[in-house]
Structures are given as structure tokens and as C-alpha cells.
T-cell receptor, first 113, second 115 residues
Framework: TQLLEQSPQFLSIQEGENLTVYCNSS?????LQWYRQEPGEGPVLLVT?????EVKKLKRLTFQFGDARKDSSLHITAAQPGDTGLYLC?????????????FGKGTLLTVNP | DAGVIQSPRHEVTEMGQEVTLRCKPI?????LFWYRQTMMRGLELLIY????????DSGMPEDRFSAKMPNASFSTLKIQPSEPRDSAVYFC?????????????FGSGTRLTVV
């Protein structure tokens, strides 16, 4: 069972289009992170959201944390080929006194020129 | 800083052979994580260390897998004997803390193919 469900799994769009991808859970998270992973590389942190309802902007990328802190969305305006990659959300999960950062399976975005 | 450095980038080995993956974390980071990524299961945490001490190895699939961190600048993940189902991309990551706010810095990964 995947703790963080991401949708859609695959998304192929044309340059200039807008898009939104989602990260959902039935659990409450103290924070959520978004990473982007390019082919042949490791994930790179884009943003961390920590407050319910929080909105953060990173150039053409807008991240929102749900009011109940169970979900998050990433909106990209006027997508460019350089936005192509695997977008992963991640959240901290406590196991006893230990902690682990758990990832969703990601949304694979392809932006065609 | 050169970031998290992993070696080798690619490894092809025969079933039953021993495989050792290597990682050099970012200097000053006191947490080190080993993840495995496959299409079916995504990114899975295998084990993590804090100040060179293994804290949680509950993600290690079975006894064929072992990890060590002999000092703050080096860690290894060993598979012995390797099996075809171990084929995946293995990532090492490091951070200043558990990663709640600042996130992890990942290496470029080792793509392992066991034939």
C-alpha cells in the first residue's frame, strides 16, 4: 500500500500548456516535500511546505499544501521542455522513535517542444 | 561542494556475485540514507545512519544486503549473493538532519543489473 498516491502517473503535454499534478494521502503529514528527478540523476529538492493551506511559488511552479495537511498539488504555468522529469512528493513517517522520508511513485512529465 | 558522490554509476554482474556500492556524503551532513528505486515500487528507504551509526535498517530486503559506514565520509552497500530481482537504481542521500524541512541531497545513483 502506497502511503502517498500521486496522479497522474504519466503526463505528456505541449510546450506552453499549464498542468497540475497531485499528491494525496489518508494520513496527516507535518510537512511535504516536492522533488524533481531528471533521467540518469537523483531527485533534487524543489520545495518544502509545512503549514496547512500554504502556497509557495518557484518561478512558474506553484505548490500548495492542503488545509488538512493530507494532500498537496504542483501547478506549472506555461510548461517548457526543461520541466520534463519525474516529480516526486515525499513526507516524513514516524516508526516508533525513528523517522523515514517516504516517497510517492511520482508523475512522469514530458513537455514536447 | 561536489555533492553526494556514488560509485560506480553502472554495474552489471552475474547472479551469485558480490556487489559493493559506494557513497561519499556531503561533508558535515550527519545523516546518510540508502534508497532503491524501481518502476514497480518507486523509491524505497533501505537503511539510514546518524553520525555513522545505523538507526533503522527495517527496509533492507533480506540478509543478503548489508551496509556499513566506517567513517563520516564513506558508506558501502553490499549485496552477497546478488540475484536478478536486485536489479534497480540505488541512491545514496545525505542531510544535516532528518530532512523534515531542508530535504535530502541525492547522489546520481548506481544502476545495478544482475544477469
Amino acid at each position: 500500500t502506497q502511503l502517498l498516491e500521486q496522479s497522474p502517473q504519466f503526463l505528456s503535454i505541449q510546450e506552453g500548456e499549464n498542468l497540475t499534478v497531485y499528491c494525496n494521502s489518508s494520513s496527516v503529514f507535518s510537512s511535504l516535500q516536492w522533488y524533481r528527478q531528471e533521467p540518469g540523476e537523483g531527485p533534487v529538492l524543489l520545495v518544502t511546505v509545512v503549514t496547512g493551506g500554504e502556497v509557495k511559488k518557484l518561478k512558474r511552479l506553484t505548490f500548495q499544501f492542503g488545509d488538512a495537511r493530507k494532500d498537496s498539488s504542483l501547478h506549472i504555468t506555461a510548461a517548457q521542455p526543461g520541466d520534463t522529469g519525474l516529480y516526486l512528493c515525499a513526507g516524513p513517517v514516524m516508526r516508533g522513535s525513528n523517522y523515514k522520508l517516504t516517497f510517492g511513485k511520482g508523475t512522469l512529465l514530458t513537455v514536447n517542444p | 561542494d561536489a555533492g553526494v558522490i556514488q560509485s560506480p554509476r553502472h554495474e552489471v554482474t552475474e547472479m551469485g556475485q558480490e556487489v559493493t556500492l559506494r557513497c561519499k556524503p556531503i561533508s558535515g551532513h550527519d545523516y546518510l540514507f540508502w534508497y532503491r528505486q524501481t518502476m514497480m515500487r518507486g523509491l524505497e528507504l533501505l537503511i539510514y545512519f546518524n553520525n555513522n551509526v545505523p538507526i533503522d535498517d527495517s527496509g533492507m530486503p533480506e540478509d543478503r544486503f548489508s551496509a556499513k559506514m566506517p567513517n563520516a565520509s564513506f558508506s558501502t552497500l553490499k549485496i552477497q549473493p546478488s540475484e536478478p530481482r536486485d536489479s534497480a537504481v540505488y541512491f545514496c542521500a545525505s542531510s544535516f538532519h532528518k530532512g523534515t524541512r531542508g530535504g535530502y541531497t541525492f547522489g546520481s545513483g548506481t544502476r545495478l543489473t544482475v544477469v
